[in-house]
């Protein structure tokens, strides 16, 4: 790979750094979610997780967080493109802000399917 090619690589992999702090310093659902990220990640050390069950929750983890990322620039792009109230872009809006919802509601329900037994035994009400 060129010197060139390599400074524009590096550029870009910036600019989504730079895209990705952005949204977490400005938006207040991402700050939820990566709530929710460091609470998975530390009940899944503490409750000893399986390989398997960490590959789900980290590809959990990435859809919701993208997901969240891709609202955010649909919401910018709509209020960069008109002020005023319009029917398409209330439906932009909500139509991304409903994928992120559906990827949290799963992400949640997974969760609940690999962490509640665990918990459970782990308080002693499952053997
Ligand atoms: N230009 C617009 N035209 C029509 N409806 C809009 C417009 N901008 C926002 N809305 C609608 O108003 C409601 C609130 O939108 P808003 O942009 O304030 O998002 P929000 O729910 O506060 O999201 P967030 O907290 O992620 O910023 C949503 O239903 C959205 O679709």
Same mark, same amino acid.
């Given at each position: 790979?060129?010197?060139?090619?390599?400074? +524009?690589?590096?550029? +870009?992999?910036?600019? %989504?750094?730079?895209? #990705?702090?952005?949204?977490?310093?400005?938006?207040?659902?991402?700050?939820?979610?990566?709530?929710?990220?460091?609470?998975? #990640?530390?009940?899944?050390?503490?409750?000893?997780?399986?390989?398997?069950?960490?590959?789900?929750?980290?590809?959990?983890?990435? $859809?919701? $967080?993208?997901?969240?990322?891709?609202?955010? %620039?649909?919401? @910018?792009?709509?209020?960069?493109?008109?002020?005023?109230?319009?029917?398409? %872009?209330?439906? %932009?809006?909500?139509?991304?802000?409903? @994928?992120?919802?559906?990827?949290?509601?799963? @992400? @949640?329900?997974?969760?609940?399917?690999?962490?509640?037994?665990?918990?459970?035994?782990? #308080?002693?009400? $499952?053997?």
């Amino acid at each position: 790979m060129s010197k060139v090619n390599r400074s +524009s690589l590096a550029r +870009s992999f910036g600019y %989504a750094f730079q895209g #990705i702090g952005t949204c977490i310093r400005e938006e207040r659902n991402i700050k939820i979610h990566l709530t929710f990220t460091g609470l998975v #990640i530390f009940f899944g050390v503490f409750l000893k997780i399986s390989p398997l069950e960490w590959c789900i929750c980290l590809t959990l983890f990435g $859809l919701v $967080l993208a997901l969240e990322l891709v609202n955010t %620039a649909v919401e @910018a792009v709509v209020d960069l493109v008109t002020e005023e109230r319009k029917p398409l %872009a209330k439906k %932009a809006k909500d139509t991304a802000a409903g @994928a992120v919802l559906i990827a949290a509601i799963c @992400a @949640a329900a997974a969760g609940l399917v690999i962490f509640l037994p665990k918990g459970l035994r782990w #308080i002693g009400v $499952l053997h």
